[in-house]
């Protein structure tokens, strides 16, 4: 009998919430989501956007773990925003469901339209993306939803990044998950508009090369670039994640700024 399910429920946090997602199509999120997600380490009331937020992980990450924040999810494609929405609705959700809004929205919206669509001038504390990442000289994937996710447009970073430091409030923090080779990108686009940018390169096993970076950054900070220890995924001759990776992605603990670890 043809297999006819076209959509999955799929758990995170190691059951601590669930997402839905659709079946052999669109971007299906995974560790990706959950290590942007651990960038967010505020224990204090705030307002957290999740920007291009596909079904709604890494924002439902965020809420799942810190109970006081408040996450808005921003996704341009109707039927993303409509399983992200579906998902909030999933009883295994309903600790923070209140907590949690959905709105179908276009990121690069500027001036009164991007306002009119939720995406609201110096309100958030947080903003998270993990924008579209295969160049335009990739492969390109038959499935419109898929291709939609993963192709990256000329001038993405700068896009995005500009509503990012609209909708943030001063000080607040931008966190973000890119390939490497979006680095010179992410750093031009963040102009004056970012400081403090601080970049972990994570490599799928010591030896190996970077497949991934976490970046975090401050709207209006003036301080220096800086790269930190790497996050090295498995063990050599192991498919298991490392211990931090494992507790980073399970919701257990948050990825701290080099500069709020000084501090404590």
């Not at 937020?53 to 039927?79: D, H, I, Y």
């Not at 000289?137 to 939803?145: E, F, H, I, W």
């Not at 601080?198 to 800086?226: C, F, N, Q, W, Y």
Request: hydrophobic share 45%; aromatic share 4%; charged share 25%.
């Amino acid at each position: 009998m043809a297999d006819t399910v076209s959509e999955t429920i799929d758990a995170f946090h190691r059951g601590r919430f669930q997402i839905l997602q659709p079946k052999g199509r669109g971007h299906r999120a995974g560790m990706d989501a959950m290590l942007l997600a651990s960038l967010v380490a505020d224990e204090s009331a705030c307002r957290v956007a999740d920007l291009g937020a596909g079904a709604g992980a890494a924002g439902m990450a965020v809420a799942s773990r810190l109970k006081n924040a408040q996450v808005t999810l921003f996704e341009m494609s109707p039927e993303m925003a409509d399983f992200a929405q579906r998902s909030r609705e999933l009883p295994a959700n309903a600790e923070f469901a209140p907590r949690i809004t959905v709105r179908q929205a276009d990121v690069t919206l500027r001036a009164t339209a991007r306002i009119e669509a939720g995406l609201l001038d110096n309100h958030f504390h947080h903003v998270i993306m993990n924008p579209p990442y295969n160049d335009a000289g990739d492969r390109k994937t038959p499935d419109a939803l898929k291709a939609a996710a993963h192709a990256m447009t000329d001038d993405l970073f700068e896009h995005w990044l500009r509503t990012a430091a609209a909708i943030m409030v001063p000080g607040g923090q931008l966190s973000l998950i890119a390939r490497p080779q979006s680095i010179a990108d992410i750093i031009t686009a963040s102009g004056r508009r970012f400081g403090g940018i601080e970049v972990t390169l994570i490599h799928p096993r010591d030896g190996e090369d970077a497949v991934r970076m976490l970046l975090t950054a401050i709207k209006g900070s003036r301080a220096r670039l800086t790269f930190r220890a790497p996050l090295i995924m498995h063990e050599n001759g192991s498919h298991a994640f490392a211990r931090v990776v494992d507790d980073l992605s399970n919701g257990r603990v948050g990825y701290l700024r080099n500069d709020v670890r000084e501090r404590k």
